[in-house]
């Protein structure tokens, strides 16, 4: 059984900085990447920035240079340092892993967190 459990969300000022936290657990036979998504209110949900096993990230161009993804030594443990936050930064973010949980034979799978809100506002 795969468990993400995320930390950090919260509400914080315009310019504030927050840091999310997703730790996986459970049956795990290999994590390919992992990484955060955002929905806002009325919004599609999107990629924010991801992190692959080999240490590639990707950052959507609306967060470049003000958000860092890492993961922690165990690999199974994913982070994202936000600073510099707008109000348009609001939104439930997601973390995903893709990878093989619970037997090394099958394909790997994408795997959802249930979600932390963060709230940019005065």
């Known amino acids: 059984q795969v468990q993400l459990v995320e930390s950090g969300g919260g509400l914080v000022q315009p310019g504030g900085s927050l840091r999310l936290s997703c730790a996986a657990s459970?049956?795990?036979?290999?994590?390919?990447?992992m990484g955060w998504y955002r929905q806002a209110p009325g919004k599609e949900r999107e990629l924010v920035a991801s992190?692959?096993?080999?240490?590639?990230?990707y950052y959507s161009d609306s967060v470049k240079g003000r958000f860092t993804i890492s993961r922690d030594n165990s690999e199974t443990t994913v982070h994202l340092r936000m600073i510099s936050l707008k109000p348009e930064d609001t939104a439930v973010y997601y973390c995903?892993?893709?990878?093989?949980?619970?037997?090394?034979?099958?394909?790997?799978?994408?795997?959802w967190g249930k979600g932390t809100l963060v709230t940019v506002s005065l």
């Open positions: 995903n892993v893709n990878g093989r949980f619970g037997s090394k034979w099958i394909s790997p799978q994408d795997y």
């Open positions: 459970g049956s795990i036979f290999g994590i390919n990447a």
């Open positions: 992190i692959t096993d080999g240490g590639i990230t």
